[in-house]
C-alpha cells in the first residue's frame, strides 16, 4: 500500500524568523486524524533566519533526530553539549526523563532541517546526546543509515524499532529496497523530483508506503530520507 501526500496539503505556519511545514499535527496546526504515523509522531521541516532559533526548552520521553538540508544548525543542551552541524549531518538526542536543550542558526543563511520526534519503546531512560558528520558522498547512489535501534547499523542509535535512511540519487541511477511484512516506511522528497514505483514526487512530497517493495528512479537528480519502522496496532 502506498498514499501520496502533497506538500501544499501540510500544515504551515510562518513566524517571521520561522517557517515551517508541519507533516502532522504540532503548534496551531491540529488535525485529529493526523496525529502520526505509526511510532512517528512529528516531522517538521523548518526554515529558520539567520541570527534567530529556538531559545532552550525542555522535552521528555521522546527520540528526536534533526537532519540539517542546509545552513548551520547551532545546538545546545542541559548535558553540556555545544555542537554545530551542516548539511546532510544528523544529530539525535533521547530526552528521556528530562533534557533543555537549544537550536539556532548562527550562520549568514538560512537553516532547513527537518526534525522528526519517534516515540520511544519505554519511557524513563536517562536522556542522551549523539551526532554524526557524514560525508556528503556517503549517501550518493545509495542508502545511508543515519540512525537505527540499538542493535541496527547506522552510526546513531534509538530507543525503538526503526531506521533513518538518507540518499541522493543521480539522473538515471536506481535503487529499490523492500518493505517486508510487519514493517512500514515514511518517505520524504527533500530536494528534486522522484519516482518511487510509478509514484511522482516533486520537492517536499511525502509517501506511506506499508509491507511493498519500492524502486527509485529520477530524471533530475532527488535528495530523500525516509524512516523505516515496525508497523503498530
Do not use: C
Not at 507533516?23 to 512529528?42: K, T
Not at 527520540?63 to 542546509?70: A, K, L, Q, R, T
Not at 543509515?145 to 538518507?166: C, F, N, R, T
Amino acid at each position: 500500500m502506498k498514499r501520496l501526500l502533497k506538500a501544499e496539503n501540510y500544515g504551515t505556519s510562518n513566524l517571521g524568523w520561522l517557517k515551517s511545514r508541519f507533516h502532522f499535527s504540532f503548534a496551531e496546526y491540529y488535525n485529529p486524524d493526523n496525529l502520526g504515523f505509526g511510532m512517528l509522531r512529528v516531522l517538521n521541516d523548518d526554515q529558520v533566519r539567520p541570527g534567530t532559533g529556538f531559545d532552550t526548552h525542555p522535552h521528555q520521553d521522546m527520540e528526536i533526530d534533526s537532519y540539517v538540508v542546509e545552513g548551520e544548525l547551532t545546538h545546545g543542551d542541559s548535558m553540556g553539549h555545544r555542537e554545530v552541524l551542516k548539511r546532510g549531518q544528523v544529530q539525535f538526542m533521547s530526552a528521556g526523563t528530562g533534557i533543555y536543550h537549544s537550536e539556532h542558526n548562527k550562520g549568514n543563511a538560512t537553516l532547513r532541517f527537518l526534525q522528526m520526534w519517534i516515540f520511544p519503546d519505554k519511557n524513563g531512560y536517562v536522556p542522551n546526546y549523539g551526532d554524526h558528520r557524514f560525508a556528503w558522498e556517503e549517501r550518493i547512489n545509495r542508502f545511508l543509515p543515519l540512525a537505527s535501534g540499538m542493535e541496527g547499523e547506522a552510526p546513531v542509535k534509538i530507543h525503538q524499532d526503526a531506521s533513518i535512511y538518507a540518499s541522493f540519487l543521480e539522473p538515471g541511477k536506481e535503487l529499490s529496497f523492500e518493505v517486508k511484512p510487519g514493517r512500514q516506511v515514511y518517505l520524504v522528497n527533500i530536494e528534486g523530483k522522484l519516482d518511487v514505483s510509478g509514484t511522482e514526487l516533486s520537492m517536499r512530497d511525502s509517501l506511506e508506503v506499508v509491507e511493498e517493495g519500492m524502486l527509485f528512479k529520477t530524471a533530475e537528480g532527488a535528495h530523500f530520507l525516509f524512516i523505516e519502522m515496525a508497523k503498530q496496532d
